[in-house]
């Protein structure tokens, strides 16, 4: 552990199986401290008994228990309807916030814009650093090409489809390259075999399969070619780095930041 100031990090979600890796990444984390964990399932409990994470620190039941003074940085890695109350919670006691919880819209985000200006909010699709840069690649390939489709593939306990790594490919894609080749389908023999239609009019195609953990390739085609663009994350390790960098960069990013790309110097 270096010496100086530490970031005191809490966790939503602390004992779920990303809360549960994102509190080993913090507790390992040079610069970082894990000094709070929310999690109904094992309120009254230290992460050691409950999860085998290296930690004496003691899990609220819910926001109630949790002091605003014990935490710099809460991590959410819940579900759509409870990270909205905990957003507004960071908001309203200044504490910044790092959300990796699917299934956030456009109005979350115009409500989160709105609520931190006492502290600073990242809400990021995909903390994998392979997969930003997945996104980057397609956006610089998109205007050479003359049609799209996104595939995700996801466990079988994902929820929420598409992923919000798709939505956030597609409207990238779209903004990238306004003008796509029309779909030719005009019979679908089986209904919605042709999958969803994303930002800009570009298929999105989701995959729910036990054994995959989080997968994504972009396909493009034009005159006599095609390319393909593929990510594939194996466990939740692979969030980690970008995790901490969210919470290492934090501090530093005003209101609200959406993606890892301009932390990565990936915006321009």
């Known amino acids: 552990m270096s010496e100086g ?3 005191r990090v809490g966790v939503f979600g602390a004992t779920g199986r990303m809360g549960r890796t994102v509190c080993e990444a913090v507790a390992a984390a040079e610069g970082m401290t894990l000094s709070a964990a929310v999690d109904p399932h094992h309120e009254g409990h230290d992460l050691l008994s409950a999860v085998g994470v290296a930690s004496d620190v003691m899990i609220t039941g819910d926001r109630a228990g949790l002091r605003a003074e014990d935490v710099d940085v809460m991590v959410d ?4 309807a409870v990270a909205r109350d905990d957003l507004l919670w960071c908001a309203a006691n200044g504490v910044h916030a790092v959300i990796g919880t699917s299934g956030l819209g456009q109005d979350d985000l115009e409500t989160a814009r709105e609520a931190f200006t006492r502290s600073n909010c990242i809400v990021v699709p995909n903390f994998a ?3 930003v840069l997945m996104i980057r690649l397609a956006e610089l390939a998109a205007p050479w090409f003359d049609s799209v489709e996104v595939i995700e593939l996801h466990h079988d306990e994902k929820v929420d489809a598409p992923s919000g790594t798709a939505i956030h490919t ?14 030719p389908t005009t019979r679908e023999t089986v209904p919605g075999a042709r999958g969803a239609t994303g930002a800009g009019g570009i298929a999105v195609h989701s995959v729910r399969l036990r054994g995959l953990f989080a997968h994504q390739e972009v396909l493009f085609g034009t005159t006599g070619q095609s390319l393909s663009i593929r990510h594939d994350a194996y466990d939740r390790s692979s969030m980690m780095p970008g995790v901490l960098l969210a919470i290492r960069e934090i501090a530093d990013r005003p209101g ?11 915006d321009g």
Not at 77 to 80: L, P, Q, R, S, V
Not at 170 to 183: C, G, H, I, K, Q
């Open 5 to 7: 100031p530490q970031t």
């Open 77 to 80: 890695f819940t579900e759509a």
């Open 129 to 131: 650093i392979g997969a």
């Open 170 to 183: 597609v409207e990238r894609l779209a903004a990238a390259s306004p003008t796509w080749t029309p779909d």
């Open 256 to 266: 609200l930041t959406v993606g890892l790309e301009s932390l990565l110097g990936l």
